[in-house]
Nanobody, 121 residues
Framework: QGGRVESGGGSVQAGGSLRLSCATS????????LGWFRQSPGKEREGVAS????????YYADSVKGRFTISQDNAKNTVYLQMNSLMPEDTAMYYC??????????????WGQGTQVTVSS
């Protein structure tokens, strides 16, 4: 179902913000779930946020609720992750992926190369 290209990662201090972008390409069905997961060394992959492209219903991991916001621009085939109030524990490689079902973080597939986010205290 096409490619994913993530961008927008970087290094910030705790309390700062970053906005990640995921440019997508290829064919997508009318109802489709896109989202983000992250992984840091020595830790398991963790689902972060996802969104249904048809109705914009969103899902968030408890660890990021109230701080992260996922959104989409269908005209640009791009999904965004606005990350505010960043904490050192948010440090990870962030991947954009498709999900068989939003909210089911284990259903991810077809992810990109990732973009690194580093938060210093």
């Amino acid at each position: 179902q096409g490619g994913r290209v993530e961008s927008g990662g970087g290094s910030v201090q705790a309390g700062g913000s970053l906005r990640l972008s995921c440019a997508t390409s290829g064919y997508f069905p009318s109802k489709y779930c896109l989202g983000w997961f992250r992984q840091s060394p020595g830790k398991e992959r963790e689902g972060v946020a996802s969104i249904y492209t048809d109705n914009s219903r969103t899902y968030y991991a408890d660890s990021v609720k109230g701080r992260f916001t996922i959104s989409q621009d269908n005209a640009k085939n791009t999904v965004y992750l606005q990350m505010n109030s960043l904490m050192p524990e948010d440090t990870a490689m962030y991947y954009c992926a498709s999900f068989q079902a939003c909210g089911d973080w284990t259903s991810r597939y077809n992810w990109g190369q990732g973009t690194q986010v580093t938060v210093s205290s």
